[in-house]
Antibody, heavy 114, light 107 residues
């Protein structure tokens, strides 16, 4: 069955770089894209960017200067890297499948704190 | 960027009632709209795509409608398991953007 699972480092210090991995199963990264979406505690959802099935990427312009999304199709993994973290980057980070966001990972909590 | 204005921010209704949540886009999004349900402590789940298409496995008491800049999600015969936050999302243009959410509670 289709599954996505985010993994990450836990607490991060301000100004550091965040690295997250989305490991997928039940579908191919060369057939479906993967999005990253984040949610600050108690707030709404923000689309961060997308790795398309063909390897192209799209980014939210508000984050583009800090954000990079890549993938390793042999490992069924999509990676997110975001630099210059601040406290307002704290939240739950999700990966979701494809253009229709039809499957979501469980999310990973990222806390940016000194 | 396309702004999605969602209303109301919160909603309280009785079991068995019908509720409607609205979403207005800042420009025409040509039915490129989805609705998601997020239960407390859980990931969002897709309910509706293309404004009015029910995602597989979603109960038929959920329905979506609208066109142009105005869209709505209707829940018939409200059940206790419908307690959740609901978000609209436009995917007509980048960056993809979400509404601010509606928190639905049972009276």
């Amino acid at each position: 069955q289709v599954q996505l699972k985010e993994s990450g480092p836990g607490p991060v210090q301000p100004s550091e770089t965040l690295s997250l991995t989305c490991t997928v199963s039940g579908f191919s990264l060369t057939s479906y894209g993967v999005n990253w979406v984040r949610q600050p505690p108690g707030k709404g959802l923000e689309w961060m960017g997308r790795m398309r099935y063909n390897g192209d990427t799209s980014y939210n312009s508000a984050l583009k200067s800090r954000l990079s999304i890549s993938r390793d199709t042999s490992k069924n993994q999509v990676f997110l890297k975001m630099n210059s973290l601040q406290t307002d980057d704290t939240g739950t980070y999700y990966c979701t499948r494809g253009g229709s966001f039809d499957y979501w990972g469980q999310g990973v909590m990222v806390t940016v704190s000194s | 960027d396309i702004q999605m204005t969602q209303s109301p921010a919160s909603l309280s209704a009785s079991l068995g009632e019908t509720v409607t949540i609205e979403c207005r886009a800042s420009e025409d999004i040509y039915n490129g709209l989805a609705w998601y349900q997020q239960k407390p402590g859980k990931s969002p789940q897709l309910l509706i795509y293309n404004a009015n298409s029910l995602h597989t496995g979603v109960p038929s008491r959920f329905s979506g409608s609208g066109s142009g800049t105005q869209y709505s999600l209707k829940i018939n015969s409200l059940q206790s398991e419908d307690v959740a936050s609901y978000f609209c999302q436009q995917y007509y243009n980048y960056p993809l953007t979400f509404g601010s959410g509606t928190k639905l509670e049972i009276k």
